[in-house]
């Protein structure tokens, strides 16, 4: 069906779209019956002059530069008549090209087509070229892709000898009208073009009785009337018309450059009582209808059935073909005409289907819409022109249908179809309620679905393909158009499939190339897909980690963002549509706890979610998407594009794990270190001991007897203070095997001396109360309380977990004056001399014990002041200030980030590896087998869960961060301090 679609030659519209090639390169020489007149210029016609061009040399008018389009219509009687005078400048060589030929389209069923000039102006110069020209009368079929033929030609004309600069000017018209329109005339004008025109006029002569109705797109456009011997003359000009660019990506109905309808129906009653004589169901029915109508009827008892049966019956035995020429570009054939050639356009199919409901006494009128308008119709002024397309509605008691008889690969009951929805129409009913809106009742259709499972199943060992099989859905119009594409192209769309998931996955294995079913009763279609596929792991730059990638690609073909971010233009949005995508992964093992997720993005044009699911070791992600409108305004594309980009983010789910070879690597590296260490504390603690046992056997040989145990005061604190106090440990566990000897009595005196702090007292009262000779302890019994005190005070200050080293080195020295007193006493006793010698020797198990304790004292100290990490979590005020530099030149933190937690698992350099607690968020860095820097970073708003798996003696807490877009990565932390860690973290995402 013709309509507004399709602009009148002889418009700027119209010259870009007819001042083309493949009119030519594609069209056949027609009839000679069908010829083109050269006359002089009409008398009703007034003239304009061509302004001079205001082309500067620059290059923002492109190739032709637009003079002069002066359109005049002469409406006085039946005979319609349109003249059309076009003048345009070549500007440069593109230009030349451009205006090389001219054609011009007409209808031979009921026009005729006179040219009246053709000048070329150069410069001074004006040459004549009509009596020479040699028009070719041309016919294409321009819509023949769509089966529609509508009997138009094209008279064409090659322009020989022109130049940069000429001024190529013509004028012709068009007399006649289609007689469908009993007389009447109707017209659409573009006010504004792409590009800019210097003169335009519209010009309008009609009887004193036959108004026009104008409507311009907007008030500025004014029409000065002048009535003059029983003619109205309208009149619109306009000077120097700026181009209206239009961007791309905008709705089929809206129109952003200036236009006006013409019209000689003055309402849309006018219309409809053209329009339904049109499509009135002659009496009585031919017999053919009647036997289908009641084979059908005999078939179906239900309403419902009934119509879907002659729905079915239209749309799949009457194939569409239109035809559409002279009265039959608005008027259907009769139905029996149509079932005899089994084709027919929209208006034939309709008034088929209108007929056969009526016959089974189903009540259905005909609904002029407007493919590409839609609701925007209304805004026309009333005009057959305002319609490309019929469709039906059909009552069945309180519920209205709206099928279309062209919808050739639907299926299914009518619940399942998507209806036929242009927004709105004239319903042709008699009712004369002007245009009305009309969306099908979602109760009574189905929307356009499609529903994608993808399922990979997971192998132990990562190099190996992985199992995919992808079934896809589609339910309504996708399942219609999906229908079409397979009736059209039989078994290409496999390769179609499988070259579109090559493209994603290039290591591809058909397994089984996509298998179609048709569930035609529910009007779905399924698609069924099996592959293998390789190196789906990809390795994340450094290489410590790899990462599986699920990706919502189908959902993303839906969600696209325009090109032109700034646009003053609404942007068209694919609608109605709903897609759900779900990601299923199996194959996973104890090892992996993945949290439980739902994001949202909603706003006013769709709604998106993302739920993520994980039980039984089986992940699920789920994508829905829903479209609301066909529309973005130019003010909501900020908001529009920001959430685009928020679905874009969640449409990537990322399963994230270690390189095992690298953790592998890492591991052996650490107990590399830790065995070396190891084996040299060995080697000295054999030494001590082997040392210690022939010291003995030496001790015993000399037959060496004493009262406790002599050691010079020198050595004792010394080596109390080096074995950061275990010497203490030996020194009271000799004094009191002595004492255990002497009395002979079982005192377990190992014991003892491992609990000095506690039985330190007990060597003072009993070396106060049991003299030896004349020599007693010279110690009255509360200064040994208070010493022993003292000492047990001490060593509890300096067992503590936070107690500083220079601290306990302190508290070492103190603690060891607290038992000199007694060590002096034992000393001074004469039969110590030899003893007291013996054992105050240096020997090389001491330098050993004074090594090890040397650097575990150094270690600490080291801590203490920083210069390498703690085995502890730290505060950020107890780090270097050069860690704090070396993270801000590295972008880990930020100029106003402050670290409150910390812990490396570093040996030695804090650069090699850390784990930290901001004010902003948590980050964690490490270098990686390169040697290069490495770091992840998540501020608190991006954190869905975490999950803390406890340390133990040997090994560090680990803290699994995970994210909100389904990435993960791991905090290190020491068992000691991990709890306040979490604590903190856990507080502040709370908050």
Known sequence: MKGLSIPRPGSPGGILLF????????????????????????????????????????????????????????????????????ASQIRNEEGLRELSSLSVVFDPDYESLSFHSLRIHRGDLVIDRLDEAQFQILQRESNLERQIYDGSLTAHLI???????????????????????????????????????????????????????????????????TAETETVEYVLRQEATEARPVEGGTPSWYRPVAHVSVSQFQSWEDVQQWAAPLYAVSTPVSEEVREIAETIAQQHQAPEQRLQAALDFVQREIRYVGIEMGAHSYQPRPPEKVLQRRFGDCKDKTLLLNTLLGQMGITAHPVLVNTDLRHKVAESAPSPFAFDHVITQAHIGDSLYWVDGTNTHQRGALNRRTLADFAAGLVLDGQNNGITSHYPDSSTQTTPRLDIEQKLFLEKDR????????????????????????????????????????????????IQKPAYVDRTGKNQIVIDERYRVADLWSTDEGGFTQTLWLEADQIDDFAVPPKDQNRSDPYHQYHPITVQQKWVVEGLDESWSLPAEHEVVDNPYFRYEREVSFNSYRLEVT???????????????????????????????????????????????????????????????????????????????????????????TKFIALSVITIGLYQVFWGYRNWRYISERDSRSLWSWARGLFITITCYGLFAHARNNAVGSYHLPLAAL????????????????????????????????????????????????????????????????????????????????????????????????????????????????????????????????????????????FSYWQDNTGGFQFVKARYEDIADLEVKKGGALESTMLKVFLKDGSFFWLVLSVDGDESFVQSLESRLAT
């Open 19 to 86: 001042l083309v090639f493949w009119f030519l390169v594609s069209g056949n020489a027609v009839s000679e019956s069908a010829t083109i007149n050269k006359r002089a210029q009409p008398g009703w016609v007034t003239n304009m002059e061509i302004p001079p061009s205001e082309a500067s040399g620059g290059v923002g008018l492109g190739g032709v530069e637009y003079l002069l389009y002066d359109l005049q219509t002469d409406l006085r009687d039946a005979k319609i008549r349109q003249y059309f005078r076009i």
């Open 159 to 225: 322009l020989e000898d022109l130049r940069v600069g000429d001024v190529v000017e013509y004028s012709y018209s068009l007399e006649g009208n289609n007689p469908v329109f009993d007389g009447r005339f109707s017209g659409h004008y573009s006010l504004q073009w792409q590009v800019p025109v210097l003169r335009h006029r519209l010009r309008f002569l009609t009887d004193e009785g036959s108004p026009l109705h104008i409507q311009p797109s907007s008030p500025n456009f004014r029409f000065t009337r």
């Open 463 to 510: 190099d190996q393909p992985l199992a995919l099989h992808i079934k896809t859905q589609m339910s309504g119009d996708e399942a219609t158009t999906m229908r079409g594409r397979v009736a059209q192209g039989g078994d290409e769309f496999q390769q179609e499939y499988i070259r579109y998931y090559e493209s994603l996955f290039p290591e591809l294995e058909v």
């Open 623 to 713: 994508h829905r998407y829903q479209s609301k409108t066909d529309f973005v305004p130019a003010q909501d594309i900020t908001r529009y594009n920001s959430d685009i980009e928020k679905l874009k983010t969640l449409s990537y789910y990322g399963l994230q794990e270690p390189m095992p070879q690298l953790v592998a690597e890492e591991e052996d590296h650490r107990m590399m270190i830790i065995s070396i260490l190891a084996g040299v504390l060995f080697l000295l603690v054999l030494l001590i001991i082997i040392d210690y046992i022939i010291d003995r056997r030496r001790e015993k040989k000399l037959n060496l007897e004493s009262h406790y145990y002599p050691v010079s005061s």
């Open 783 to 922: 200064s040994c309380a208070l010493l022993a005190i003292a000492f047990f005070v001490l060593s509890l200050i300096q067992s503590a977990d936070q107690t500083p080293a220079l601290l306990m080195l302190v508290t070492l020295i103190l603690g060891s004056l607290c038992l000199l007193p007694l060590q002096n006493y034992v000393n001074r006793l004469p039969e110590n001399r030899e003893a007291f010698a013996f054992n105050s020797r240096w020997r090389l198990r001491h330098a050993a014990a004074a090594l090890i304790f040397s650097l575990i004292m150094g270690l600490m100290v080291a801590e203490e002041l920083s210069i390498i990490p703690s085995d502890q979590v730290v505060s950020g005020e107890e780090l270097p200030a050069d860690l704090k530099l070396f993270l801000s030149r590295q972008s880990v933190i930020g100029p106003q980030e402050e670290i409150l937690k910390f812990y490396s698992d570093a040996l030695w350099d804090f650069r090699q590896d850390g784990n930290a607690l901001t004010n902003e968020g948590v």
